[in-house]
């Protein structure tokens, strides 16, 4: 057990930064809510398709979205399956939150076509880091287990493909976007990571008949 806990991230919704978060409630503010457009007033279907630690999908279960979990690597996965249960059994709060909440196995760029969704939010692997201080060790853990992310350009196609009406993308505040097949419509930057926001225009109205 040992060996398992320093080799392996900590996924935890109960406790530590996550727990804190939600208990101070300090997340109503995060930069997140801002891109994805999710706020207790506009609880929206989000499909996270990295799902990682899964810090960005309980912030958004806990403003009230339901949330669609993809991750592909197995470690990982099952890393959050068990957090989730172990938050579910917490409280009555909790398992709230937790109920909104769906993890799926399986790589996003075969699920996101098959799927409808108000936004798809997207956080792959960030390039390393070369000036800044060294990448916390729970994500560096993650990267041993995620590997680089080389695919993050199919990846973010494939949302922009896919049936929803946002898709974010987290990034590097300075590093170069990934290719994708158009800009983003506007972005939102924080003091590290920025998010680039591709909204779909909504098709334009039927004209109306009138008399000539």
Not at 7 to 12: E, L, M
Request: aromatic share 4%; charged share 20%; with cysteine.
């Amino acid at each position: 057990m040992a060996e398992s806990a320093s080799t392996a991230p900590a996924v935890d919704f109960v406790g530590g930064a996550v727990g804190y978060r939600f208990r101070s409630q300090a997340g109503r503010s995060h930069a997140l809510l801002k891109a994805t457009g999710v706020s207790p007033a506009r609880p929206l279907h989000v499909v996270d398709a990295t799902a990682g630690l899964g810090r960005d999908a309980f912030l958004l279960a806990s403003m009230g979205a339901t949330v669609t979990l993809i991750e592909r690597v197995p470690e990982v996965h099952a890393l959050l399956a068990e957090a989730l249960e172990a938050a579910r059994s917490e409280s009555d709060e909790l398992a709230g939150i937790i109920g909104r909440m769906t993890l799926l196995h399986g790589d996003a760029r075969a699920l996101l076509p098959t799927m409808q969704a108000d936004v798809i939010t997207i956080d792959p692997m960030h390039p390393p880091r070369t000036k800044t201080a060294l990448v916390k060790q729970e994500m560096r853990l993650l990267r041993d287990l995620v590997g680089a992310d080389l695919d993050v350009a199919e990846l973010l196609a494939a949302a922009l493909s896919a049936d929803c009406r946002r898709v974010v993308l987290k990034w590097p505040l300075r590093a170069a976007a990934p290719p994708a097949p158009r800009k983003p419509s506007h972005q939102i930057a924080g003091k590290t990571v920025r998010y680039d926001v591709f909204v779909r225009s909504q098709p334009a109205a039927e004209p109306t008949a009138r008399n000539v």
